[in-house]
């Protein structure tokens, strides 16, 4: 016992630059209750050992607390096996981990769940599962349950389609902050989807919304429409910002459109040997995409 609590004190003492002495008398306090047998602390603890990136460790005590059927527990060590992070990779053994939490209530487990049913994941596919388990989720408002039950609904998988409460999912998920939901309502606004009147003004607060969360797709539609002047005054310097931030995060075409308002000079002053750099930069992703 002595041994295994001194090397956890040196482990904790290597992260002391990123900790502050009360969370490493609490690092302690947390190993103690869990000897203790508290299972809150165990949990805690197993999250302290990933955090230090000792996931043998953590899964041991993830193992220990899912035995007292905490469902915390049982959520994070169904992370460990579908990660394989500590443990051999294992879908199947995740999802009946992610079942047990599920029908103890816990949301995330819900929804991943949901995920693993919908993808055929450790399971064969099976949509009405998918269904109810993302139901389960969304009424314990995750946002990602919302956002792939609007789809469902939309596409009419496992039901029968229905727009209007496809929207209604979309929408409660991007007013949750879901970036993926915030970007579809983005779309259904800019092309008058699901029953909606197109309406620029709309979209462009959407997409705006799901830029600050880094959303790409999102973040180049803003530049398109600023550099095509659709549904606002054309600018072509908003339009190379948001196509330079897509750029940094991997857009090939955002960059072949960077190099075409250099060329041209869409609202900036024409600078040959810039787009020739960005059809480079473009060039030089296509052949690093292409190696892979």
Not at 39 to 52: G, H, R, W
Request: glycine share 6%; net charge neutral; with cysteine.
């Amino acid at each position: 016992m002595a041994d295994k609590q001194e090397k956890f004190e040196r482990l904790i003492l290597q992260f002391q630059h990123l900790l502050s002495i009360e969370q490493i008398m609490e690092a302690r306090n947390i190993y103690r209750l869990a000897h203790e047998k508290n299972v809150e602390a165990m949990v805690e603890l197993a999250s302290l050992y990933k955090f230090m990136e000792e996931y043998f460790m953590a899964v041991y005590w993830l193992q220990k607390a899912s035995k007292a059927g905490n469902s915390e527990a049982l959520y994070q060590l169904a992370n460990c096996y579908y990660e394989g992070l500590g443990v051999e990779e294992d879908v199947k053994t995740a999802l009946q981990l992610y079942k047990k939490a599920a029908k103890k209530g816990h949301a995330d487990a819900q929804n991943n769940l949901a995920d693993m049913y919908l993808n055929g994941e450790g399971t064969s596919v099976n949509y009405k599962e998918a269904l109810k388990w993302f139901k389960e989720a969304a009424k314990q408002n995750v946002v990602e349950a919302m956002f792939t039950l609007g789809i469902m609904h939309e596409q009419g998988i496992e039901i029968k389609k229905d727009e209007k409460k496809a929207l209604q999912y979309y929408l409660q998920s991007a007013e949750g902050g879901y970036p993926d939901a915030q970007y579809r309502m983005g779309s259904i606004y800019l092309e008058g989807l699901l029953g909606v009147e197109k309406n620029t003004s709309r979209a462009i607060e959407w997409f705006e919304k799901a830029a600050q969360f880094h959303h790409i797709d999102a973040i180049y539609n803003l530049g398109f429409l600023y550099e095509h002047g659709i549904g606002v005054k054309r600018n072509g310097k908003k339009a190379l910002y948001y196509y330079k931030r897509a750029s940094l995060l991997g857009d090939y075409q955002a960059k072949l459109n960077i190099a075409n308002i250099y060329e041209k000079g869409i609202d900036v002053e024409a600078d040959k040997k810039a787009a020739a750099r960005w059809r480079e930069l473009a060039r030089q992703q296509m052949e690093n995409d292409y190696d892979r």
